[in-house]
């Protein structure tokens, strides 16, 4: 796996993967929101994944919407800001959720604050019985806590149901680079690298205290540009895309 001269992968490296999707991802080019042609696009993608066999589970992020963060800086309550931002990722299950149904894909959403209109309460059992029929889980409202970002959110559900790797889907971002590439053209990207050496240099992989956890439980990490066509499942059949962190 992850040699620089594979020609081929194997018809199925993981069992079950957990794909973080950026909320900025799904807003394409708009700027905010939503963008429908690329929810489709990443439906397509993830209904490819599926088609394989592959369990999986989708931690969405908030950011097209809102940012609780940013607004925190700017005198908002923290912790009302990520609330805020909580509900802007449960927006965002819905509409993967529609898009994937369209496809014909079983698709359930789990949510860590209870909304019962809309989807079901995460419940970690429940997860994966629903992953085992050949259901894609889509996980939305983060930990349920404020002060954690939805990166936590992915690495912390990726150790619980038991993934054999968390796929860190970019916007725009190819891997993990030495230096910020749109600033530095002489910026390097690593092809593979180690938790504790992210860590240390305090590369941008995720937020640190995701980055810890992943470190700790030994998942490894792969970052890569999820609006890429066809890395999603590349990434998952074992394929070099992007960066792997282990």
Not at 19 to 47: C, F, H, N, T, W
Not at 156 to 185: C, F, H, S, T
Not at 201 to 219: F, I, K, P, T, Y
Not at 222 to 234: T, Y
Request: glycine share 10%; with cysteine.
């Amino acid at each position: 796996m992850w040699e620089s001269e594979r020609k081929t992968a194997p018809a199925r490296i993981y069992d079950r993967i957990l794909l973080k999707l950026s909320g900025e991802a799904l807003m394409g080019q708009a700027g905010y929101g939503i963008d429908p042609d690329v929810v489709q696009a990443l439906a397509r993608e993830i209904a490819r994944v599926a088609a394989r066999g592959i369990q999986l589970a989708i931690v969405v992020g908030g950011g097209n919407i809102w940012r609780g963060i940013a607004a925190s800086t700017r005198g908002m309550d923290r912790a009302t800001a990520d609330y805020m931002g909580m509900l802007a990722t449960i927006i965002n299950a819905l509409a993967l959720q529609d898009a994937l149904e369209h496809l014909g894909i079983v698709t359930r959403v789990q949510t860590a604050i209870e909304m019962h209109q809309v989807a079901e309460p995460y419940i970690r059992r429940r997860a994966i019985r629903h992953m085992e029929k050949g259901r894609i889980v889509i996980l939305a409202g983060g930990t349920g806590n404020p002060y954690f970002t939805t990166d936590t959110a992915a690495a912390l559900r990726a150790i619980e149901l038991g993934a054999q790797v968390l796929l860190m889907g970019k916007n725009n971002i190819d891997g993990v680079y030495d230096d910020d590439p749109k600033r530095n053209p002489q910026a390097r990207r690593f092809h593979v690298i180690s938790h504790q050496e992210a860590i240390e240099r305090n590369l941008r992989v995720m937020d640190q205290s995701a980055l810890a956890l992943c470190r700790e439980n030994g998942l490894p990490i792969i970052v890569f540009d999820v609006l890429k066509p066809g890395n999603i499942e590349k990434a998952a059949l074992g394929y070099e895309v992007g960066t792997l962190v282990r």
